[in-house]
């Protein structure tokens, strides 16, 4: 892994960027603590045009983007559009948003659905991913949906956006399954799993959870991972920091370059 193919999901900023104004502040912050790219989520209203510009004037790239499940699903030429503007070439859904996959039909649907879209996006150019959370590793009907997901889904046209937090709080394991994603892996959420001597999980900056970095990453090169985005869904104080910490981490143990 790479340095620069590090990248920062703004989610994790989503209240300091609630305006252009705090767009532009807090993109130029995340440039200064040493992030090159970003996944574009969580902000709030901007045109497309505008925050192309000021990604630019930052020397950042998007990575990716999480886009409304539905949109993607149904208007997938609209999204095709939005990622043109941004010269990005991934997207993700952030879960299964109105379509329901309590069943193994449901889930196979869903898949399929994916597909659908997944072809328009790629004959554009862009790679359609699904971002888990912890439900997608629960049984229907004794079957494991992320399962469903994988043998159902097209892997020309549905890879994944792996998310290693959920992975974990799902009972899975991330390396694990960043191995069984061989080929259908672009793009790796690394955010910590915490856990205090009361039970009480919590999301940790990288390096200060329990997760098995090394590993990880290894697994994830492996299975041809080009993007390694930092979330963390709440920190315990200024999230700025809580980015800096685990970039900084990640600098000084995961990465081949500085």
């Not at 505008?50 to 020397?59: P, R, S, V």
């Not at 859904?93 to 889930?107: C, F």
């Not at 200060?208 to 090169?221: K, Q, V």
Request: glycine residues 8%; aromatic residues 10%.
């Amino acid at each position: 892994m790479k340095l620069s193919q590090v990248g920062a999901q703004l989610y994790t900023l989503r209240d300091h960027m609630k305006t252009p104004e705090d767009i532009a502040t807090s993109l130029a912050k995340v440039r200064d603590i040493g992030y090159q790219t970003v996944q574009v989520s969580g902000i709030g209203p901007i045109e497309v045009s505008a925050l192309k510009d000021l990604l630019d004037k930052n020397n950042l790239t998007c990575c990716i983007t999480h886009e409304p499940t539905q949109e993607i699903i149904e208007n997938p030429e609209k999204i095709v559009e939005r990622m043109k503007a941004l010269d990005c070439h991934q997207t993700a859904p952030g879960g299964s948003g109105p379509y329901p996959v309590d069943s193994i039909a449901a889930a196979t649907d869903f898949a399929h659905k994916m597909n659908a879209a997944g072809k328009v996006l790629s004959e554009n150019g862009i790679t359609l991913s699904y971002h888990n959370h912890s439900q997608e590793f629960s049984k229907v009907e004794g079957k494991r949906l992320m399962d469903i997901f994988v043998e159902e889904g097209d892997p020309r046209y549905f890879q994944f956006e792996l998310d290693t937090y959920w992975v974990q709080h799902g009972g899975a394991n991330p390396e694990a399954w960043c191995r069984k994603l061989n080929g259908r892996l672009p793009v790796l959420h690394i955010k910590d799993f915490g856990i205090t001597y009361k039970r009480e999980q919590f999301y940790a900056e990288i390096g200060y959870g329990n997760l098995e970095w090394p590993e990880i990453i290894s697994a994830a090169e492996a299975s041809g991972c080009k993007w390694f985005v930092v979330e963390q869904d709440t920190c315990p104080g200024d999230p700025f920091e809580s980015l800096k910490m685990s970039f900084d981490y990640i600098a000084a143990n995961l990465v081949e370059d500085k």
